[in-house]
């Protein structure tokens, strides 16, 4: 079933424009607004599990860190 919708010029032209050959407005439209957002994923975690990445994520970052002193106190 087709519906019409009424566009501003410029919402119109921006579509148009990110359009790709081989897909339809309809395609283009499903494209740049069908696709899944972060905010999709709130509520998933837990706060235990969030608390868990966060710590997971802190390691690495201090990990990385520490390796990326060690070698440039090689090179001093």
């Not at 608390?51 to 090179?75: L, N």
């Given at each position: 079933?087709?519906?019409?919708?009424?566009?501003?010029?410029?919402?119109?032209?921006?579509?148009?424009?990110?359009?790709?050959?081989?897909?339809?407005?309809?395609?283009?439209?499903?494209?740049?607004?069908?696709?899944?957002?972060?905010?999709?994923?709130?509520?998933?975690?837990?706060?235990e599990?969030?608390?868990k990445?966060?710590?997971?994520?802190?390691?690495?970052?201090?990990?990385?860190?520490?390796?990326?002193?060690e070698?440039?106190?090689?090179?001093?």
């Amino acid at each position: 079933m087709s519906q019409q919708v009424r566009l501003d010029d410029d919402v119109y032209e921006r579509i148009e424009a990110t359009r790709r050959d081989d897909e339809s407005f309809s395609d283009a439209v499903d494209r740049l607004v069908g696709s899944p957002s972060l905010l999709d994923l709130r509520g998933i975690f837990d706060g235990e599990q969030v608390s868990k990445m966060r710590d997971a994520i802190e390691t690495a970052d201090q990990r990385d860190r520490d390796r990326a002193r060690e070698v440039a106190e090689r090179f001093e």
